[in-house]
Structures are given as structure tokens and as C-alpha cells.
């Protein structure tokens, strides 16, 4: 299969699988729990991606800091700040954190099988397993250190 057939398999198959899972769990509850399920997940999803956003720009911001030889610049902001019981911010959680803005924008486009795709995004054993694979696929593509 070629990738133009690919990719209008999924610019088409996507909504299709949308709609039949849509039909399926409205004949089961209703069309109205189905509507309010949409427009409550809008809103959700974007409160998701602005606190990815934030949460990221600051886990970052500490992670770069505390990767500074000289430990130059400004100090890393107190929300993730070491502390008793809490860990220094790391490259990982940055990246961990970073994952979120793609799950509450999975959650915020209307269907189901975005929704799901969405939550299963924001458990963070799946987030640590992506961020793990994401970190080992940019160390191979580095070049070798002298």
C-alpha cells in the first residue's frame, strides 16, 4: 500500500470509526449524554494542554538549570525546586510533563476514540514509557562525543 493510500485511508477512516463508535454508545445512552460527553471534554482537554504548558515551561527551565556546569543563569523556579521527597527536575520529567499538552488535545477534539487515546496518554506509566523511548531515539541520533 502506498503512503498516499495510507494517508487517505486514515483522513477517511478516522472519522468513519468516530461516527460508528459515536451511533454505538448513543444507542446505549442517549444522543444528549453523547453531546454533553463532547462538550464537556472541549473544555477539559484545553485545561489540560495550558497546564502542560506551564507545568513544562517550568520542569524544562529546572532541568536546564541543574545541566549547567557552573550552575549560571536563574535559579530553577521553587515549583520544582528539590526538595524533601521531591526529586531535582530532570530532562525526563520534563519530557514526561511535555506529554501532556498532546493528551489534552486528544481529549479536547470531539469523538471517543480520541478521548481514549487522550487518557490513556495522561497515565503516566505510558507517558514514562514514551518519554524513555523519545530520550533513547535522540541519544542515537547525537553524534558520538570525542
Do not use: H
Not at 521531591?86 to 498532546?102: E, G, H, K, M
Amino acid at each position: 500500500m502506498s503512503t498516499g493510500a495510507k494517508v487517505l485511508l486514515v483522513l477517511f477512516g478516522y472519522p468513519i470509526a468516530e461516527l460508528i463508535v459515536a451511533i454505538g454508545v448513543a444507542s446505549v445512552v442517549g444522543w444528549w449524554w453523547v453531546l454533553v460527553a463532547f462538550v464537556v471534554c472541549i473544555p477539559a482537554g484545553i485545561g489540560i494542554m495550558r497546564y502542560g504548558a506551564m507545568a513544562t515551561g517550568r520542569t524544562w527551565s529546572a532541568a536546564v538549570a541543574t545541566l549547567r556546569p557552573d550552575g549560571a543563569g536563574a535559579s530553577p523556579p521553587l515549583a520544582v525546586e528539590a526538595g524533601p521527597g521531591r526529586p531535582a527536575a530532570s530532562p525526563a520529567s520534563a519530557a514526561q510533563r511535555s506529554l501532556l499538552i498532546p493528551a489534552g488535545a486528544l481529549i479536547a477534539v470531539p469523538g471517543f476514540l480520541t478521548d481514549i487515546a487522550g487518557l490513556v496518554l495522561l497515565l503516566p506509566p505510558v507517558r514514562r514509557l514514551i518519554a524513555r523511548r523519545l530520550e533513547a531515539a535522540m541519544r542515537r541520533s547525537l553524534p558520538p562525543s570525542a
